[in-house]
């Protein structure tokens, strides 16, 4: 292991930033396993396994095309999984 004198700050940063990303991914698999519908989609008085799966399919696809809809007038792109 390095000491912290011989680590470049990209290193630190690179560090830092997969230090976030497992964080992030425990977060998230904690908010599915509480109210998995609420956690890819949130919406006022839907949370607490309030949703119905056919309401939740119709409104997830409307912010989905909406979402693709921006990312291509913007020339980005979209990344989901």
């Given at each position: 292991m390095n000491s912290i004198?011989?680590?470049s700050i990209r290193e630190l940063l690179s560090y830092s930033y997969a230090t976030q990303l497992k964080?992030?991914?425990k977060h998230w698999e904690e908010f599915a396993c509480m109210d998995p519908f609420c956690a890819i989609l949130s919406h006022p008085g839907k949370d607490g396994?309030?949703?119905d799966i056919d309401d939740f399919?119709?409104?997830s696809e409307s912010?989905?095309?909406s979402?693709?809809?921006k990312a291509s007038q913007r020339d980005s792109a979209l990344d989901f999984g």
């Open positions: 004198e011989n680590i964080e992030l991914g396994g309030r949703w399919f119709s409104r912010v989905l095309d979402a693709i809809m």
